[in-house]
């Protein structure tokens, strides 16, 4: 194993009902003033909105809120949002919703300590302090529930970006899989491919692997097989989705990337540009993405592809590997052809000039130059 | 899976040489005055006392020392400790050693801020406060160097005994794989067995198993075998070490027990009665212990013991699967039969009514009663 530093110090309460003692939580970590942000009307519509916020009256806890948040979260409501949490004094932001809604709070709780804009952030400039961030996630997927990273799109721009800092791990996020049980199929499924994809980036590309950390990442992509199959045949039970959401957590918590030196994150820095020019979601320009970039990429690391096929689907070959994650994308229903994405030829060329510009930003255009990011498009065709 | 919390803070540094900057990563902490534990004269020998102890002076972080801690690490010691932290007015301890050394560390932290006997925390008083917990493990097995918990034997009444607290997490731990190579073959086998033990004893014993933690389980498990039969084939293979020492601390940071709801540790009940009246190493004991264990409880849980069976031996039946777990221990050499540990009929007698007192504290005579116990220890004859 190469050499690491582990500390991940989100405090994780999962279980049903956990929700409603978000307030006490907070109070334990001394929060007085809180934003709070969430996405869609569901949330109050549901009555958890109002299970958090009576939490958060019975301890005393003054906060406002801030709705709308949308998925792949833009950078102008996190503006309007910095601002609100300034004008409020708030010592903290509290995220009623799923990763996007959780990433714009982390963007959000470095943006309200900071004079200048908080974009400054994900330019490079260190994050000097932070509100406390606390959350209730009720979508499993991104992972950001037990992480220090957030991904926001400047629409301006149209660049889709990340921060990744210490003071951006929540104090404690709420998991309870009852209130993912709502989840659409769709986003069920689209979860499901960014699990996997989350699990696979580092499999593939890091520079070494001890096998301890690829038993963990197999174990987690065949978590999310197994747990997708079966929510899709019971979109109620509990066992699985709370398996799911437990999958999410650890394949970007930190623990699968240990000791494994450098590794790349090619399918994320691909999608980030498809969902900035055409708002598709994540998940499900991943799920186009990832045959597509394993078939293109797999010469250059071909044993690794082999023990996936292998430990994953008991396979024999590289290729085997790959046709059964896409075959298995098709079963579940999550898109695999650039077609079902309804780009336009015209909007796919914006996608590759974008995605090969950030290539170059972060000196990754040696293997990803335009004309390779060409070749993985044209394989999802 | 059964609702949880988990909040492990504990910061791991791990590599070759991180010791050095141990010094460094306590004064991010504010450490200003240590006591620095430490078991043989080993470590100043070897020069890791030097190594650890210049980072210390060179930020300005005065000490003194308290050596000579043993395995199976004793009460009056840690008394001894806590009077000298105390008179010291010491707000850290540092442990270097492996897993006895620290959890005496832990006990003297406890202890150095209470005005009672250190011993009244393993009677059920609360711990207050603690100082802060920095270490160096050189024996990769008990976990201590990620969790809570802190074992030690109170040789007057010879009760081995555990305390747990938030407390004892410790602040920052070291794990440099190579200060592990010059563990003896004999200590490599015998931590083996304690960090299978500790793998198995909620795997069998929990009220719930979700797959997803099955699978870290077995992983481990795994993980444990092939790098054990690789450290006795090479010594110095530094990869091996590195995943066998992560794999210790996956083992039981608590990761493995989330969402299983109620668990025990029959195993290491059974085994804390061995060492404490016999003083045998605690991974011998255990690896005479399990086999049997499994034969006499598998009735309890049968299709669990056919998992184990499957995943770790790709064996059929449960019976196979525990034949071939002593096999492997008989393979590597750690004792798998009483006789091979030089207990007389008599300690033995003393053993099995020892152990019956605990089952009876613990409540768990219902199961483990003083004809249990001597049917399991029949079984390892």
Redesign the interface.
């Known amino acids: 194993?190469?050499?690491?530093?582990?500390?991940?110090?989100?405090?994780?309460?999962?279980?049903?009902d956990?929700e409603r003692f978000m307030g006490a939580y907070m109070r334990e970590y001394g929060a007085k003033r809180a934003l709070i942000v969430y996405g869609s009307e569901r949330v109050k519509q549901s009555g958890l909105f109002a299970r958090v916020a009576n939490g958060l009256r019975e301890q005393g806890i003054e906060f406002i809120e801030c709705g709308g948040i949308k998925s792949n979260p833009i950078l102008s409501k996190v503006r309007e949002a910095v601002q609100m949490a300034k004008d409020f004094k708030a010592d903290s932001v509290l995220s009623i919703g799923g990763g996007s809604c959780l990433d714009s709070a982390k963007a959000i709780a470095a943006g309200a300590c900071y004079s200048g804009d908080v974009w400054d952030f994900f330019k490079g400039t260190p994050i000097p302090q932070a509100l406390m961030i606390f959350d209730v996630i009720t979508l499993a997927a991104t992972g950001s529930e037990m992480n220090w990273g957030a991904v926001i799109t400047n629409e301006e721009t149209r660049q889709k970006d990340s921060i990744h800092d210490r003071l951006l791990f929540p104090k404690v996020s709420v998991i309870n899989?009852q209130l993912q049980a709502t989840v659409s199929r769709e986003y069920l499924v689209y979860s499901a491919a960014d699990i996997i994809a989350h699990s696979i980036e580092a499999y593939f590309t890091a520079e070494n692997r001890?096998?301890?950390i690829d038993?963990?990442v197999e174990?987690?992509i065949?978590?999310v097989i197994?747990t997708t199959e079966k929510l899709l045949a019971d979109p109620d039970d509990l066992?699985a989705r709370?398996?799911f959401a437990?999958?999410a957590t650890?394949a970007l918590n930190g623990?699968t990337h240990?000791?494994i030196g450098k590794y790349q994150f090619p399918n994320h820095m691909l999608e980030h540009s498809m969902s900035a020019i055409c708002d598709v979601p994540h998940g499900a320009g991943l799920s186009v993405l990832m045959p597509a970039w394993m078939h293109w990429y797999q010469a250059h690391n071909p044993q690794r592809f082999i023990r996936f096929a292998r430990e994953v689907f008991a396979l024999d070959s590289a290729e085997q590997g790959i046709q059964a994650l896409r075959a298995w994308f098709d079963k579940i229903g999550t898109p695999t052809r650039l077609s079902q994405l309804n780009i336009t030829d015209a909007q796919l060329e914006e996608i590759i000039e974008n995605a090969a510009q950030t290539a170059k930003q972060r000196n990754l255009d040696v293997l990803y130059s335009k004309a390779a990011i060409s070749d993985i498009f044209a394989l999802t065709r």
Chains 1, 2 share one sequence.
């Not at 690491?4 to 309460?13: A, K, V």
């Open positions: 194993m190469y050499p690491f530093s582990f500390h991940n110090p989100t405090r994780i309460e999962f279980g049903v956990k899989p001890p096998q301890i038993g963990l174990n987690n065949k978590s197994q066992d709370g398996e437990w999958a650890l623990l240990l000791g």
